[in-house]
């Protein structure tokens, strides 16, 4: 299958401080991109989907200034957690699919994020 | 996208076949039915998808109901690696998970 990497793994950053994560699609071009949180013992909650060269559409409770999705290239996209609190320690995982529709998408490793 | 109901949890002895159930009844004619394995704190792992006709792969079968309301994923020959959570996920547009199984198989 398609390889997506993203990163870092892990980063731990101070409240309120800003983190980046990067998703980036190795071998194919992703026009979707999806991002993702997960809290213990819980099932991956969808953040917001983004298509390249597109704002971000964010799904209901998600603060789309708090959490900053950038969708640049069609191998790239960026979440930028803006000044973090305690709260938004959790698991966050992006994946990307070739098309818009109907195609299987394919997941990163996924980036713990603690905040201290 | 249409919402879908699997049991919470299963086990399986190693080397037998995997049988994990899925209901989908307000799928939409268009869309296909995916299904994802997670192991724990890693990225889910695509398997296999389909939209009405059974499929097959290296790693597992998909069985779809002809009223495609429903769906089994098939792991013939479950191995201790396969322990994890199994999502079914029915998606045009956006790729949203339930609750999964958690498949356990044991020795």
């Known amino acids: 299958g398609a390889v997506v990497s993203q990163h870092p793994s892990w980063v731990i950053c101070k409240s309120g401080t800003s983190v980046k994560i990067e998703c980036r699609s190795l071998?194919?071009?992703?026009?979707?991109m999806f991002w993702y949180r997960q809290f213990p013992k819980q099932s991956l909650m969808l953040m917001a989907t983004?298509?390249?060269?597109?704002?971000?559409?964010?799904e209901q409770g998600v603060e789309k200034d708090k959490f900053l999705i950038n969708h640049a290239s069609l191998t790239l996209s960026t979440l930028t957690v803006t000044s973090a609190h305690p709260e938004d320690s959790s698991f966050y995982i992006c994946?990307?699919?070739?098309?818009?529709?109907?195609?299987?998408?394919?997941f990163g490793q996924g980036t713990r994020l603690t905040v201290v | 996208d249409a919402k879908t109901t699997q049991p919470t949890s299963m086990d399986c002895a190693e080397g037998r076949a995997a049988n994990l159930p899925c209901n989908h009844s307000?799928?939409?004619?268009?869309?296909?039915v995916y299904w994802y394995r997670q192991i724990h704190s890693q990225g889910p792992q695509y398997i296999i998808h389909?939209?009405?006709n059974n499929e097959t792969n290296e790693m597992a079968s998909l069985i779809i109901t002809e009223d495609r309301k429903s769906s089994t994923l098939i792991l013939p020959h479950a191995t201790l690696r396969d322990t994890a959570v199994y999502y079914c996920?029915?998606?045009?547009?956006?790729?949203?998970f339930g609750g999964g199984t958690r498949l356990m198989v044991k020795p």
């Open positions: 071998d194919f071009q992703a026009t979707t």
């Open positions: 307000t799928i939409s004619g268009n869309e296909y």
């Open positions: 996920i029915t998606a045009g547009n956006m790729l949203t």
């Open positions: 994946s990307a699919r070739k098309t818009a529709w109907n195609t299987e998408a394919f």
């Open positions: 389909g939209l009405k």
């Open positions: 983004s298509n390249e060269g597109s704002k971000a559409t964010y």
